[in-house]
């Protein structure tokens, strides 16, 4: 039986990053990439490395530490340290752009977008993860401070948690693809997914999982005791992989992240 993506990420990071990742992997794994294939925002190429159905042409990534990462995962065929909206690639040489959690993070977006219809050969098609508008609204801890009449409290969390993921937009749908539009992409498609309760499994783990952060701040490693995390894991795996498959499907349409595909 094939191991599944949620299996594969909880053997190697929380809870939290684990049902996003994994749900980001089922809906890429359905998604044809022509080749030569640019992977921009790249990062340390574990994502990559665990979708298995993709092997990049070339990874791009400003962050050299990442990189030197990406490296060992020997997915790449090439990497790039470069800022993605100053490219020192050729015009009209990707077929494929796959951009995963990146785009959201991006201090010159317009700058970024034109760049990837730059590289991209005519014909060709971006992929990319982004929030969705809907992040905010879906919070839990917002919900629960604003039922209760804290407002205060309820916006000071959601600007907590934008400065944690260092988010720059956080967008409605149409806004996302009139900015790939205003970038020169005509045909620009965008699909909600992660299911509200997915993402609310992802929050409540995060909460829950603050000493891991720490871990990985302080030791750069997501599991502390892997041998213990291995012997615990059948319990783990069981009970994640059913609030998991109860839970994707569930109003998926409303979902809190978006897959946008663009055409040049």
């Not at 041998?227 to 569930?250: A, T």
Request: proline share 5%; hydrophobic share 45%.
């Amino acid at each position: 039986m094939q191991e599944t993506y949620l299996k594969k990420f909880l053997k190697r990071f929380p809870i939290c990053h684990s049902v996003v990742r994994a749900r980001e992997c089922e809906l890429l794994q359905g998604v044809k990439f022509s080749t030569p294939l640019l992977d921009a925002g790249c990062q340390d190429g574990v994502f990559v490395s665990l979708l298995g159905s993709l092997t990049p042409d070339l990874g791009v990534d400003r962050d050299e530490a990442a990189l030197r990462k990406a490296g060992t995962q020997n997915v790449y065929r090439a990497l790039l340290k470069a800022d993605l909206g100053r490219l020192p690639i050729r015009t009209g040489t990707y077929a494929s752009i796959l951009s995963n959690s990146t785009l959201e993070h991006v201090e010159d977006l317009d700058a970024a977008l034109k760049e990837f219809h730059r590289v991209l050969k005519p014909g060709g098609c971006l992929v990319a993860t982004v929030p969705n508008s809907r992040f905010e609204d879906e919070l839990l801890l917002r919900k629960l401070f604003a039922f209760v009449g804290a407002g205060r409290l309820a916006r000071r969390y959601v600007r907590l948690i934008h400065r944690y993921y260092r988010h720059e937009h956080i967008w409605v749908p149409d806004k996302w693809e009139a900015a790939l539009k205003t970038a020169g992409f005509p045909d620009v498609s965008v699909t909600p997914f992660l299911s509200p309760g997915l993402f609310h499994l992802h929050e409540s783990t995060q909460l829950l999982g603050l000493p891991v952060v720490a871990t990985k701040k302080i030791l750069g490693r997501w599991i502390l005791f892997p041998s213990l995390r291995r012997k615990v894991g059948v319990v783990i795996y069981w009970l994640i992989g059913w609030l998991y498959r109860n839970l994707r499907d569930r109003g998926e349409e409303n979902g809190v992240l978006l897959m946008i595909r663009a055409m040049k």
